[in-house]
T-cell receptor, first 116, second 115 residues
Framework: DAGVIQSPRHEVTEMGQEVTLRCKPI?????LFWYRQTMMRGLELLIY????????DSGMPEDRFSAKMPNASFSTLKIQPSEPRDSAVYFC??????????????FGPGTRLTVL | AQSVTQLDSQVPVFEEAPVELRCNYS??????LFWYVQYPNQGLQLLLK??????LVKGINGFEAEFNKSQTSFHLRKPSVHISDTAEYFC?????????????FGSGTRLSIRP
């Protein structure tokens, strides 16, 4: 099993540019989560999907952020326009719900975003 | 709603010494509890989980945690730490029987091991 795959691993961009982060969840998982991690704010849940449908986007900081999940094997998090304060590590995680023991979230390696 | 409090932001320990990382939670419903570990420049990975049954849960790398319902705690312990245990540790809680599968993470405890 390849685990959760994220790309790119590192992204450096200039303020005002559009940034797209990508995630491939573990096959068979029906939940997908996007998190942001910074020193100041720790680990924050941005949005999560169930069966490709957004369930809770209350953590999305503002309209510059958007997320999509067009199918069960792919999701994107887009920032447009990007700002220096968006610099963080963005994690994608997936999980399956159904039987006891299957609600664990599996995290990807993260994308380190630097906005200059 | 659920919340998690990790009482220590940093814990320095000497190698081969025991360690306890503290975690308290708050919830109006029954919960599942987790400890995740994040090594430098990596994602989070599951260390152990409490779903039901025995309140003493054993995880990977020699860690264990005890669920204490009366004290609403889920402290993580290891009898003898190694340099390789240097990482950040996150306690997390999720509501039982919830179709939302949302996990609430604590603020993390940075464990640093001194030789």
């Amino acid at each position: 099993d390849a685990g959760v795959i994220q790309s790119p691993r590192h992204e450096v961009t200039e303020m005002g540019q559009e940034v797209t982060l990508r995630c491939k969840p573990i096959s068979g998982h029906d939940y997908l989560f996007w998190y942001r991690q910074t020193m100041m704010r720790g680990l924050e849940l941005l949005i999560y999907f169930n069966n490709n449908v957004p369930i809770d986007d209350s953590g999305m900081p503002e309209d510059r952020f958007s997320a999509k999940m067009p199918n069960a094997s792919f999701s994107t998090l887009k920032i447009q326009p990007s700002e220096p304060r968006d610099s963080a590590v963005y994690f994608c995680a997936s999980s399956a719900f159904g039987t006891s023991g299957s609600i664990v979230q599996f995290f990807g390696p993260g994308t380190r975003l630097t906005v200059l | 709603a659920q919340s998690v409090t990790q009482l220590d932001s940093q814990v320095p320990v000497f190698e081969e010494a025991p360690v306890e990382l503290r975690c308290n939670y708050s919830s109006s419903v029954s919960v599942y509890l987790f400890w995740y570990v994040q090594y430098p420049n990596q994602g989070l990975q599951l260390l152990l989980k409490y779903l039901s049954g025995s309140t003493l849960v054993k995880g990977i790398n020699g860690f264990e945690a005890e669920f204490n319902k009366s004290q609403t705690s889920f402290h993580l312990r290891k009898p003898s730490v190694h340099i390789s245990d240097t990482a950040e540790y996150f306690c997390a809680v999720s509501a039982r029987y919830s179709s939302a599968s949302k996990i609430i993470f604590g603020s993390g405890t940075r464990l640093s091991i001194r030789p």
